[in-house]
């Protein structure tokens, strides 16, 4: 915990040198506007010459399921909706992509619900957030924010032309890269001058009819999740291809009945323990966690171990 203590210290000094640029946020009035580092990704310029794959980023589970969109715990997963993740410096998003009643499959219906429909029922009963509204407010966050690269992981239950479809009409099919097996990943500079700075994964399976959307069990993998207490979090590869360089850390508990647990969300995203376990992994497996993912994103601060890990050039 020492050496956490020490990248913190770091981190701190560089901001107030100006060595690094913070993620700057986009709600602010114009004449307020703090000025941005155009040399920058993702905040840093450091990050502007490593490869998508040797860049943390932190990621919010289920980013669309929070009390903002009016979705409440159970089902919640967050309080506050993307403005304010994006605000604070999110740049990867899991989501799940439903239709709104099943049977009724259309496009118009896809909505972003959390759940499965193995209950015979579409999860979206609890609550649902318009997938293409959703996607055309992250495609206007990324507009204000052209040197920021962005991730999504999708949960997909529709067709994917109707997926494929709903991109399209965010205007965020055209920004997504796409990643040929075993190729390495391009830069963040490069995928931003290239104006592919979206890089989407989803959890179905590969489809050569969509190579833009990548299979997460293919392209990357991932450690366990929702675990009980901190102590059992590790990270060993639960799902996926540990061979490839991407790959998610999760970093949520759970509670009663297996669900996320909200009342500790402090513990888990506390920021010297998401450093001490990011940089286990990285020992682990000689490389920086590419998602740092967690629930209640607004307790903890997950962006500033993000930063941490990033402007670190080794583990140890």
């Known amino acids: 915990m020492q ?23 986009l709600n602010t009035a114009e004449d307020d506007a703090p000025m941005v580092d155009e040399n920058a990704c993702n905040g840093l310029v450091v990050l502007c010459a490593r490869m998508y794959d040797e860049v943390t980023f932190p990621e919010t589970h289920n980013a669309f399921s929070t009390h ?7 089902a919640a997963n967050h309080q506050t909706g993307l403005l304010a993740q994006w605000n604070a410096g999110m740049r990867a998003f899991m989501i799940d992509t439903h239709y709104e009643n099943l049977g009724d499959e259309r496009v118009e219906t896809v909505r972003l619900c959390h759940g ?14 318009d997938a293409e509204s959703w996607l055309s407010q992250l495609k206007g966050l990324m507009d204000g924010s052209p040197n920021d690269v962005v991730t999504l992981l999708v949960e997909n239950y529709v067709q994917p032309d ?10 965020m099919y055209d920004l997504a890269f796409v990643h040929s097996m075993n190729d390495p990943w391009p830069t963040l500079g490069e995928l931003i001058a290239e104006q592919t700075p ?21 392209h990357s993998w991932t450690t366990n999740f929702a675990e009980e207490n901190t102590e059992d979090m590790n990270c060993d ?8 360089e991407v790959y998610h850390m999760n970093n949520w508990l759970r509670g009663p009945l297996g669900l996320s647990d909200p009342s500790r969300g402090s513990e888990a995203n506390d920021v010297d323990f998401l450093i001490e376990r990011a940089t286990d992994c990285w020992i682990q497996h000689g490389k920086r966690p590419t998602f740092i993912a967690v629930d209640w994103w607004e307790d903890g601060d997950v962006v500033a171990a993000a930063l941490a890990i990033n402007q670190m050039e080794s583990p140890v």
């Open 162 to 171: 109707h997926l494929k479809t709903v991109f399209e009409n965010a205007a």
């Open 68 to 74: 903002d969109d009016g979705i409440f715990y159970p």
């Open 237 to 244: 590869p639960l799902r996926g291809d540990p061979e490839q």
């Open 3 to 25: 050496g956490c203590a020490r990248v913190l210290c770091l981190t701190a000094l560089l901001l107030m040198s100006g060595c690094v640029t913070p993620t700057v946020p």
């Open 198 to 218: 979206l890089v989407v994964f989803w959890e179905q399976g590969p489809d050569l009819a969509h190579p833009w959307i990548h299979d997460f069990l293919t």
């Open 116 to 129: 499965d429909d193995d209950r015979g029922f579409s999860p979206c009963t609890y609550g649902n957030v």
